[in-house]
């Protein structure tokens, strides 16, 4: 009897929310009846009845489509208690084919009956100099390097287990953090520490080892995980070094141990300017991607969710299609529909109590081979792309390798940058640099230090650009010279919208940002500060008419918020 | 050309040390030359896309308003002496007497403008933001035609000052700038930008017994000049026809509805703005192409313009249905046509930095200004015109109609977090 009460009123108060959120509708609808009674009422003596007539015709028209659209509701509610997912949800409803036929993008059909998400927003930078669909070998990469600064939070000088000269195998520790000393770095190559290089204030900034021809490995013993606990699993990954191949979010840094993750997100696909192509880096290595996708899964009592691309005409590896145990969802869209945070948001979004881990393809190679071989395996296929490359291809490498060995004899010129990921999010290195511990990707883009004559009203080249002012627009599949000039001075915040229409996500990144710049806390969580990482602002980023530094404000709010934890 | 200009630039380029000198130095630079600055930190490509951009397809989307408003000046002046009444009559006449005219405001506004922008950023030390730019094309456009220059540039200023240096410069200020110096003319200098005779140019009385007004200039440069080429000039002594009228259609609706307006104005007439008014805002096809382009280019949100129009006909259609005085009565759909909607809509209402920033914002923004505009327009009986007032109510009020979109988005979150 009471929980009849209660679901009564639950419903009461679904339709009052229904009718605040149709009112637009209500509006545009009796506003076109009026005009008709009105139009009439010029033109015929009987007028008034005509209004009338309009009136009331408005009237039931509302009438109806408020009882069409409360008997919905009640659908949608059920389908709510009866658990389904967000996509099943969707196809739920009076008149289903026509809200999902009118309103959405339907799924290709290698997607079959699996949950399906279009995303509208978002922007594909096309640029020139997209890697070569084959896979070249890297003997020319010797050496590699682990820059304990790229891990977020890491106490600047952490304790190093080599010394200069020792020789390493691949996965024994090099390093830990002070922190944290409990999460352990592995060598990713076998061969000898030829350098511990410092920066200021005795900062150890990288690791460098010169790798042996064949690679050496240290060996694990073998591990049950499946009969194991999740304890002595987690003990295990720590050991062998691969735990910091597992990031958390919020705040995207190396999880604590004891920390439990609600799901684990993996993204197959990078819609990032010039990303790899993670169908060409799992090609034959779908026995380890499942093998590591089984161990995730013990990790979390949650799920382990892999994100499919559906935008390509045939269907995505199917070491990704085909992989057990996992929930998967299909993703269309532009960039960044491939983030692992849009994805997140989209599928389940992170509450406060909840964190969520994520992991790159090629870590849940990492993690899968260890389990497969006992060997800590950080082979890469890396994609060195840019449009100052002679031959932009993939190469078959190592975790950290050096940017120099890796861009050997295919500079066109020297005045370049290198960059460790994507031009949006990544890190700018210089050839001594190694590349970063999560990235699969090397760009090469011109420097673009020179003035340029009117290049604001008419450039004498083309430029990625998101706005309707460039003919860019018209050609929607050209591709651009990527060049690093910031087209333009740093002003203050005066364009609006244009952030919100470059997230896929119900966030709206301008205030959350604001919030950052004024310090207030409750807008920065409120609004949704924590499902957000500098790689999703960072789009919003390169379109900034302002040209605000998005993601270094973003990363502010959330060291401000990480301390308050 | 470009190495020339560098060397140019290279060598007048002031000392540091003179601060105001070097911002100037600095803004011209700019001007002529994207500067060689490249990415530090976060994204290392960036969008072609910036404020200088931005504002200067705003202005370029005025620029056929100042044509029209230039042409119509020296027109609607012939026109009420009985001269050259045909369109085209007198072509070389009316536009030089429109130059004559517009041209001191535009440099009015811009020198008076720039400056104190030039001279904030000086003493600030930042670069001089472009905002004023489109403030400045705006002002000569929403003023009457012989609005006395010390009014204008004294009017251009205050509210610069008040407004946005107070507030912190370009992208602080709450409401909008052009706006808020019509209204402080308006309320100032009431005699100079109300009533039936101030909307056309160079007559002592827009009204019967008024005769023609011309200045120096006009006598003793453009008339000998015209004399050389054998055409014809202008005649100090051409009076005011009889029966003449200088009243906006608005003036004359608000006394005697819509067959007041059509026995002076023809809807075409109206429509393509061959009508006395404030300079820019008479002709509708050019507003419209304006706005066409600033919504195709993306510069302008959509959303305001489409919302405003729905606002503005949904109360004109309460009005129609109430019909309780004659300009009530106006059809709803000879408002578009009737007073300054659309240059409103489509320059006023978008200012991205006084109006409602989020999207669902912008739906409310921009159909209550509608609303409350038509308000004013319709049951004020001392204005005849309403969207002034009504976008600098609602600049005033989108924060809050931000607030309330922000909280909803807030409560949202706090559901699924909470779970």
């Given at each position: 009897?009471?929980?009849?009460?209660?679901?009564?009123?639950?419903?009461?108060?679904?339709?009052?929310?229904?009718?605040?959120?149709?009112?637009?509708?209500?509006?545009?609808?009796?506003?076109m009846?009026?005009?008709?009674?009105?139009?009439?009422?010029?033109?015929?003596s009987?007028?008034?009845?005509?209004?009338?007539y309009?009136?009331?015709?408005?009237?039931?028209?509302?009438?109806?489509?408020?009882?069409?659209?409360?008997?919905?509701?009640?659908?949608?509610?059920?389908?709510?208690?009866?658990?389904?997912?967000?996509?099943?949800?969707?196809?739920?409803?009076?008149?289903p084919?026509?809200?999902?036929?009118?309103?959405?993008?339907?799924?290709?059909?290698?997607?079959?009956?699996?949950?399906?998400?279009?995303?509208?927003?978002?922007?594909?930078?096309?640029?020139?100099?997209?890697?070569?669909?084959?896979?070249?070998?890297?003997?020319?990469?010797?050496?590699?390097?682990?820059?304990?600064?790229?891990?977020?939070?890491?106490?600047?000088?952490?304790?190093?287990?080599?010394?200069?000269?020792?020789?390493?195998?691949?996965?024994?520790?090099?390093?830990?953090?002070?922190?944290r000393?409990?999460?352990?770095?592995?060598?990713?190559?076998?061969?000898?520490?030829?350098?511990?290089?410092?920066?200021?204030?005795?900062?150890?900034?990288?690791?460098?080892?010169?790798?042996?021809?064949e690679?050496?490995?240290?060996?694990?013993?073998?591990?049950?995980?499946?009969?194991?606990?999740?304890?002595?699993?987690?003990?295990?990954?720590?050991?062998?070094?691969?735990?910091?191949?597992?990031?958390?979010?919020?705040?995207?840094?190396?999880?604590?141990?004891?920390?439990?993750?609600?799901?684990?997100?993996?993204?197959?696909?990078?819609?990032a300017?010039?990303?790899?192509?993670?169908?060409?880096?799992?090609?034959?290595?779908?026995?380890?991607?499942?093998?590591?996708?089984?161990?995730l899964?013990?990790?979390t009592?949650?799920?382990?969710?892999?994100?499919?691309?559906?935008?390509?005409?045939?269907?995505?590896?199917?070491?990704?299609?085909n992989?057990?145990?996992?929930?998967?969802?299909?993703?269309?869209?532009?960039?960044?529909?491939?983030?692992?945070?849009?994805?997140i948001?989209?599928?389940?979004?992170?509450?406060?109590?909840?964190?969520?881990?994520?992991?790159?393809?090629?870590?849940?190679?990492?993690?899968?081979?260890?389990?497969?071989?006992?060997?800590?395996?950080?082979?890469?296929?890396?994609?060195?792309?840019?449009?100052?490359?002679?031959?932009?291809?993939?190469?078959?490498?190592?975790?950290?390798?050096?940017?120099?060995?890796?861009?050997?004899?295919?500079?066109?010129?020297?005045?370049?940058?290198?960059?460790?990921?994507d031009?949006?999010?990544?890190?700018?290195?210089?050839?001594?640099?190694?590349?970063?511990?999560?990235?699969?990707?090397?760009?090469?883009?011109?420097?673009g230090?020179?003035?340029?004559?009117?290049?604001?009203l008419?450039?004498?080249?083309?430029?990625?650009?998101?706005?309707?002012?460039?003919?860019?627009?018209?050609?929607?599949s050209?591709?651009?010279?990527?060049?690093?000039?910031?087209?333009?001075?740093?002003?203050?915040?005066?364009?609006?919208?244009?952030?919100?229409?470059?997230?896929?996500?119900?966030i709206?990144?301008?205030?959350?940002?604001?919030?950052v710049?004024?310090?207030?806390?409750?807008?920065?969580?409120?609004?949704?500060?924590?499902?957000?990482?500098?790689?999703?602002?960072?789009?919003?980023?390169?379109?900034c008419?302002?040209?605000?530094?998005?993601?270094?404000?973003?990363?502010?709010g959330?060291?401000?918020?990480?301390?308050?934890? | 050309?470009?190495?020339?200009?560098l060397?140019?630039?290279?060598?007048?380029?002031?000392?540091?040390?003179?601060?105001l000198?070097?911002?100037?130095?600095?803004?011209?630079?700019?001007?002529?030359?994207?500067?060689?600055?490249?990415?530090?930190d976060?994204?290392h490509?960036?969008d072609?896309?910036?404020?200088?951009?931005?504002?200067?397809?705003?202005?370029?989307?005025?620029?056929?308003?100042?044509?029209?408003?230039?042409?119509?000046?020296?027109?609607?002046?012939?026109?009420?002496?009985?001269?050259?009444?045909?369109?085209?009559?007198?072509?070389?006449?009316?536009?030089?007497?429109?130059?004559?005219?517009?041209?001191?405001?535009?440099?009015?506004?811009?020198?008076?403008?720039?400056?104190?922008?030039?001279?904030?950023?000086?003493?600030?030390g930042?670069?001089?933001?472009?905002?004023?730019?489109?403030?400045?094309?705006?002002?000569?456009?929403?003023?009457?035609?012989?609005?006395?220059?010390?009014?204008?540039?004294?009017?251009?200023?205050?509210?610069?000052?008040?407004?946005k240096?107070?507030?912190?410069?370009?992208?602080?200020?709450?409401?909008?700038?052009?706006?808020?110096?019509?209204?402080?003319?308006?309320?100032?200098?009431?005699?100079?930008?109300?009533?039936?005779?101030?909307?056309?140019?160079?007559?002592?009385?827009?009204?019967?017994?008024?005769?023609?007004?011309?200045?120096?200039?006009?006598?003793?440069?453009l008339?000998?000049?015209?004399?050389?080429?054998?055409?014809?000039?202008?005649?100090?002594a051409?009076?005011?026809?009889?029966?003449?009228?200088?009243?906006?259609?608005?003036a004359?609706?608000?006394?005697?509805?819509?067959?007041?307006?059509?026995?002076?104005?023809?809807?075409?007439?109206?429509?393509?703005?061959?009508?006395?008014?404030?300079?820019?805002?008479?002709?509708?096809?050019?507003?419209?192409?304006?706005?066409?382009?600033?919504?195709?280019?993306?510069?302008?949100?959509?959303?305001?313009?489409?919302?405003?129009?729905?606002?503005?006909v949904?109360?004109?259609?309460?009005?129609?249905?109430?019909?309780?005085?004659?300009?009530?009565e106006?059809?709803?759909?000879?408002?578009?046509?009737?007073?300054s909607?659309?240059f409103?809509?489509?320059?006023?209402?978008?200012?991205?930095?006084?109006?409602?920033?989020?999207?669902?914002?912008?739906?409310?923004?921009?159909?209550?200004?509608?609303?409350?505009?038509?308000?004013?327009?319709?049951?004020?009986?001392?204005?005849?015109?309403?969207?002034?007032?009504?976008?600098?109510?609602?600049?005033?009020?989108?924060?809050?109609?931000?607030?309330?979109?922000?909280?909803?988005?807030?409560?949202?979150?706090?559901?699924?977090?909470?779970?």
């Amino acid at each position: 009897m009471e929980s009849g009460i209660r679901s009564g009123k639950a419903f009461i108060k679904k339709v009052l929310r229904m009718k605040k959120s149709t009112s637009p509708f209500f509006l545009t609808l009796s506003m076109m009846l009026l005009a008709q009674g009105v139009f009439a009422q010029g033109s015929g003596s009987q007028g008034s009845d005509l209004l009338l007539y309009g009136l009331l015709a408005a009237v039931v028209l509302i009438f109806f489509y408020l009882l069409m659209q409360v008997s919905d509701h009640m659908l949608a509610i059920e389908a709510q208690r009866m658990g389904l997912n967000p996509d099943q949800r969707k196809k739920v409803g009076l008149i289903p084919s026509l809200t999902a036929g009118l309103f959405s993008k339907s799924a290709p059909a290698y997607v079959g009956k699996a949950p399906f998400i279009p995303l509208k927003k978002g922007f594909n930078i096309l640029l020139e100099g997209a890697a070569e669909k084959k896979v070249a070998t890297g003997d020319q990469v010797r050496t590699f390097g682990l820059e304990p600064g790229q891990f977020l939070g890491m106490s600047p000088i952490p304790k190093v287990l080599v010394e200069e000269g020792a020789n390493v195998k691949a996965g024994d520790l090099l390093f830990y953090d002070k922190k944290r000393p409990e999460i352990k770095y592995a060598a990713p190559v076998s061969g000898e520490v030829i350098e511990i290089r410092r920066g200021e204030k005795r900062a150890i900034t990288a690791i460098v080892i010169l790798a042996d021809k064949e690679i050496q490995y240290r060996t694990f013993d073998a591990f049950d995980w499946e009969r194991s606990s999740r304890e002595d699993l987690v003990t295990y990954l720590l050991e062998a070094g691969v735990w910091p191949h597992i990031r958390q979010r919020p705040y995207n840094i190396v999880p604590n141990p004891q920390d439990i993750p609600r799901d684990i997100f993996i993204s197959t696909f990078d819609t990032a300017p010039l990303a790899p192509d993670l169908d060409l880096v799992v090609e034959g290595r779908g026995e380890h991607f499942q093998k590591g996708l089984d161990v995730l899964s013990k990790l979390t009592p949650g799920k382990v969710v892999l994100g499919l691309n559906a935008n390509g005409k045939s269907s995505p590896s199917p070491v990704f299609t085909n992989a057990q145990g996992v929930e998967k969802y299909w993703f269309s869209g532009k960039h960044p529909a491939g983030n692992p945070g849009v994805q997140i948001h989209n599928i389940r979004p992170i509450s406060t109590k909840d964190q969520v881990w994520v992991l790159g393809v090629q870590d849940v190679l990492t993690i899968g081979a260890l389990f497969a071989s006992q060997k800590y395996d950080a082979a890469r296929v890396v994609a060195v792309a840019g449009a100052e490359l002679n031959h932009p291809q993939y190469v078959r490498t190592y975790l950290g390798a050096s940017i120099a060995d890796l861009v050997k004899d295919n500079l066109k010129h020297e005045h370049v940058r290198a960059i460790s990921g994507d031009i949006l999010s990544g890190s700018k290195l210089g050839m001594s640099d190694f590349l970063g511990f999560y990235d699969d990707q090397l760009t090469i883009v011109k420097e673009g230090d020179d003035v340029e004559l009117f290049g604001w009203l008419i450039p004498q080249e083309g430029r990625p650009s998101v706005s309707g002012t460039y003919p860019n627009v018209l050609f929607p599949s050209r591709q651009y010279q990527a060049s690093t000039n910031t087209r333009g001075e740093r002003r203050a915040f005066v364009m609006t919208g244009q952030y919100e229409d470059l997230l896929p996500m119900s966030i709206y990144p301008q205030h959350v940002l604001k919030a950052v710049i004024t310090g207030d806390y409750e807008g920065m969580e409120g609004l949704g500060l924590k499902e957000l990482v500098e790689e999703d602002v960072a789009l919003c980023e390169f379109a900034c008419t302002s040209k605000q530094p998005l993601q270094k404000i973003l990363r502010e709010g959330l060291d401000l918020m990480h301390a308050e934890e | 050309m470009k190495k020339a200009l560098l060397k140019f630039f290279q060598r007048i380029e002031p000392d540091k040390s003179k601060r105001l000198l070097h911002t100037g130095y600095e803004a011209f630079f700019t001007f002529a030359f994207v500067p060689d600055h490249v990415t530090k930190d976060g994204v290392h490509v960036r969008d072609g896309m910036d404020l200088k951009r931005l504002m200067t397809f705003v202005v370029i989307s005025m620029q056929l308003c100042y044509l029209l408003g230039t042409y119509n000046i020296g027109h609607q002046h012939f026109v009420a002496l009985g001269q050259y009444t045909g369109l085209f009559e007198g072509f070389h006449l009316k536009l030089s007497y429109g130059l004559v005219k517009l041209l001191p405001m535009w440099i009015v506004a811009h020198v008076v403008g720039l400056g104190i922008e030039f001279y904030f950023s000086a003493k600030r030390g930042h670069g001089v933001e472009e905002g004023y730019l489109v403030t400045g094309a705006l002002i000569p456009l929403i003023m009457p035609p012989d609005l006395p220059l010390w009014i204008l540039s004294f009017q251009s200023s205050l509210p610069l000052l008040s407004a946005k240096k107070a507030f912190g410069g370009t992208g602080m200020n709450v409401v909008n700038i052009a706006l808020l110096a019509r209204v402080f003319v308006f309320f100032a200098y009431p005699a100079d930008i109300s009533g039936d005779e101030v909307w056309v140019a160079g007559l002592t009385k827009a009204a019967e017994g008024g005769v023609a007004d011309y200045g120096w200039f006009t006598l003793h440069v453009l008339n000998p000049l015209f004399d050389t080429f054998g055409w014809t000039g202008f005649n100090p002594a051409a009076a005011v026809v009889d029966g003449y009228t200088g009243a906006t259609p608005l003036a004359l609706a608000a006394k005697g509805g819509w067959d007041a307006v059509t026995q002076v104005y023809t809807p075409s007439q109206m429509f393509w703005g061959i009508i006395p008014g404030s300079v820019g805002e008479t002709g509708k096809p050019f507003i419209i192409l304006g706005a066409l382009m600033l919504i195709a280019t993306g510069v302008a949100s959509w959303r305001i313009m489409v919302s405003m129009a729905m606002g503005m006909v949904f109360m004109g259609l309460v009005f129609n249905a109430w019909g309780f005085n004659p300009l009530m009565e106006v059809p709803w759909y000879y408002h578009f046509s009737m007073g300054s909607f659309l240059f409103a809509m489509a320059f006023m209402a978008t200012d991205p930095v006084t109006a409602a920033s989020t999207n669902r914002g912008k739906w409310i923004y921009g159909f209550f200004i509608g609303v409350v505009g038509m308000l004013v327009r319709v049951m004020n009986p001392a204005y005849p015109e309403g969207w002034m007032l009504a976008i600098l109510f609602l600049n005033v009020f989108a924060p809050l109609i931000d607030y309330f979109v922000l909280q909803g988005n807030i409560k949202k979150r706090l559901k699924y977090v909470q779970q």
